[in-house]
């Protein structure tokens, strides 16, 4: 992905919003946390890898142990310089005979190839871990789906499936609505992080070699009915703060406000400010342009760091799990869980 231009919008809140209440049930940092580190156990998760392939099939049958429906859609997609690359969107659906107000919440689940941002030159054809670009997108997803499955239970390790004998939680809260009736689509991405790297020979930067999973899915969505998408890029991050990006203001404004607000209330607006962040050539870019889903990207904006402003980790070898913070983790998963209960 890459950053176009930079811009500063700022919008009030209501007073609307200061009557708001947050919803009781908790998105677990924690259990996001251990999903985050089970992806990489996998190693770098790079196109035509085994890692890659054995990672796929454990995200697939995470989502399916929490009674999600999956289906893989599969293709072999063409890298920047022609590589064949064995491509699979994961697509988990719960509810999913329900057509109204559906939502799609995705992220990209592979590994960037080459570590081409790394400040010693010597790594910049290393695999990046992508432990906050790629897994703690999945990781959010993967908790959100533990939480609204109808058969939710405890926090498990997600190294090991969930012992059915286990109680319902005695302490299941109270919310505006029934978790049975949301009608939601997880998505993962495939082949997101094969954009041209930085030492590509004598080549330029294309956004088109960006994103390749998404620009497959929204030209062959498995359906169309949605009312707005969620893109979640880099969301574990240390110091990491979620502007409204350019394309998403442009393409759905009224989703970034009812994120943002969703994000007050649930009382982490400091990791949200009300301010425009940079145009980022993303996973979101063709959900909107190609499928018509009016689809808006969280991503941190740094817009202080020398490295790269999406943070002094991004497409380096230090993407690991040192620099995985579960607060990061939690500020975007509650504010999402609140945003999904009280739609």
């Known amino acids: 992905m890459m950053t176009f231009t930079a811009c500063n919008q700022q919008k009030k809140t209501t007073s609307s919003d200061d009557e708001a209440q947050p919803v009781s049930e908790q998105f677990e940092a924690d259990s996001a946390y251990q999903f985050c580190a089970a992806q990489c156990d996998f190693g770098p998760?790079?196109?035509?890898?085994?890692?890659h392939e054995q990672c796929g099939r454990w995200i697939a049958d995470k989502f399916r142990s929490y009674g999600l429906q999956v289906s893989e859609q599969?293709?072999?997609l063409r890298g920047y310089d022609g590589t064949p690359l064995r491509a699979t969107n994961i697509i988990a659906s719960l509810n999913p005979e329900q057509q109204d107000n559906r939502i799609l919440i995705c992220a990209h689940w592979d590994s960037r190839p080459w570590a081409d941002n790394d400040p010693?030159?010597?790594n910049h054809?290393?695999?990046?871990?992508a432990a906050n670009d790629g897994a703690s997108g999945v990781a959010v997803m993967l908790e959100l789906a533990r939480i609204l499955s109808k058969d939710s239970q405890h926090p498990q390790s997600p190294q090991h499936p969930q012992n059915?004998?286990?109680?319902?939680?005695p302490q299941s809260p109270q919310n505006p609505q029934n978790l049975s009736s949301l009608a939601l689509d997880f998505i993962c991405f495939d082949a997101e992080d094969w954009g041209t790297p930085q030492w590509a020979e004598g080549g330029t930067d294309n956004s088109d070699t960006w994103a390749l999973g998404a620009q497959h899915?929204?030209?062959n969505p498995h359906r169309r009915d949605f009312t707005y998408g969620i893109l979640l890029d880099m969301v574990g991050g240390e110091g990491a703060r979620f502007y409204q990006e350019g394309y998403s203001l442009h393409y759905a404004p009224s989703v970034v406000r009812s994120v943002w607000k969703a994000a007050q209330v649930a009382g982490y607006s400091s990791f949200f400010p009300a301010q425009g962040g940079g145009t980022i050539t993303d996973d979101h870019v063709p959900v909107n342009q190609l499928a018509g889903i009016p689809c808006i990207d969280l991503?941190?904006?740094?817009?202080?760091?020398?490295?790269?402003?999406?943070?002094?980790?991004w497409h380096t070898v230090n993407d690991d799990m040192k620099h995985i913070d579960k607060m990061t983790l939690k500020a975007v998963?509650?504010?999402l869980l609140h945003l999904l209960l009280t739609e």
Do not use: I, L
């Open 74 to 76: 599969t293709a072999t």
């Open 164 to 169: 059915p004998q286990s109680p319902q939680n």
């Open 299 to 313: 991503v941190p904006y740094h817009p202080d760091c020398e490295a790269s402003s999406f943070g002094p980790t």
């Open 217 to 219: 899915w929204a030209k």
């Open 120 to 122: 010693n030159p010597d």
């Open 125 to 129: 054809h290393t695999p990046v871990m």
């Open 333 to 335: 998963g509650q504010t």
């Open 45 to 51: 998760r790079t196109m035509n890898s085994d890692a």
